[in-house]
């Protein structure tokens, strides 16, 4: 696998994944956050995700996004005891919003009938796991492939790389800041 970085306004991260024989895989890129218990993730175009190991380990269930379960997936807090693996499917955008911070990530692929596999993965461990020693963490994990596990995934949800062919797709990381303007009275202005 290649990777190549522009940062020019924006981070643009490029993969190449080259195989002289067929070759199935999956790829995320794993970020993880410092969020806020105010935290959200905004993801419009999905309207379906598997919750992974629900309702027992090594099964997975779709839900419709974003309350799924019962309980909003798209809030990252405030922590509850709750741990959830969530792969959002059809996926190519989602938006990070915390207070007046935001980080917005886009990926694609070069060829469009590969578009179908892009998705992302969600840890969102609110103080859920494991049960003896619990911990908040956000992962946001944008992917090529719509499942966590190569062994156990339906061929239809994986990347291919045909013979003496190339895969490539693309990251897209931008981040901004609410400004806020504060008006200062001044007295004696005339």
Avoid at 2 to 9: A, E, F, Q, S
Avoid at 56 to 78: A, I, K, R, Y
Avoid at 141 to 148: D, Y
Wanted: hydrophobic share 40%; net charge negative.
């Amino acid at each position: 696998m290649k990777r190549d970085v522009d940062v020019n306004g924006e981070i643009a991260v490029d993969y190449r994944l080259t195989a002289a024989s067929p070759e199935r895989f999956l790829h995320a890129v794993h970020i993880l956050l410092d969020l806020s218990s105010e935290a959200r993730i905004a993801a419009p175009e999905v309207t379906h995700a598997r919750i992974l190991d629900y309702p027992q380990t090594g099964v997975s269930t779709e839900v419709t996004w974003p309350n799924g379960l019962g309980m909003p997936l798209d809030q990252l807090g405030p922590n509850d005891g709750t741990a959830t693996g969530a792969c959002l499917l059809d996926c190519q955008h989602v938006t990070v919003l915390d207070q007046n911070d935001a980080l917005a990530l886009t990926w694609s692929t070069r060829r469009r009938a590969d578009q179908r596999l892009l998705s992302m993965f969600l840890w969102r461990n609110l103080c859920g796991w494991p049960t003896d020693a619990p911990y908040r963490a956000i992962g946001i994990e944008p992917m090529v492939g719509r499942a966590a596990d190569l062994g156990g995934a339906n061929r239809e949800d994986v990347a291919e790389v045909r013979n003496n062919h190339n895969f490539h797709w693309r990251l897209h990381i931008t981040c901004w800041r609410r400004l806020t303007c504060l008006a200062t009275a001044r007295s004696g202005h005339g």
